[in-house]
């Protein structure tokens, strides 16, 4: 579980930058999903389970925050990108980016 949530927080961060150097162009950082399915995968236990699921709802909070966030800073423009325009995409990457941190600590601290 701690590969995903390290791939996760690797995608994120860069993606965050690129959206911000380059727009929609920028989301071709989500390719890098694509190995997922190489990380491997071990049948879950019933405790990785549960904090896969409060990894989960502390992802949900953490990405709303965010959201809010964007929509405060929606009339500011980076390098010629109004950040409203592009606030679905950051979205995207600050769940990737909430999901990696909450999983990581989560994970650390069981």
């Keep these: 579980m701690t590969k995903r949530y390290s791939l996760e927080l690797v ?3 860069p993606g965050f930058v ?3 150097l ?12 694509a190995f997922w ?4 995968r071990k049948k879950a236990d ?3 389970r549960q904090l896969f699921y409060k990894t989960g709802n ?3 909070v953490l990405t709303l925050l965010f959201c809010v966030v964007f929509f405060f800073f929606s009339d500011y423009q980076l390098n010629g990108f109004r950040v409203g325009d592009n606030w679905l995409l950051l979205a995207a990457f600050s769940l990737l980016v909430s999901h990696g941190v909450a999983g ?6 069981k």
């Design 46 to 48: 019933e405790r990785e």
């Design 18 to 20: 690129a959206i911000f």
């Design 11 to 13: 995608i994120g961060l």
């Design 58 to 60: 502390i992802t949900a």
């Design 104 to 109: 990581l600590i989560i994970f650390y601290n």
């Design 22 to 33: 380059f727009a929609q162009k920028g989301m071709a950082v989500l390719a890098l999903l």
């Design 37 to 40: 399915p190489f990380l491997g």
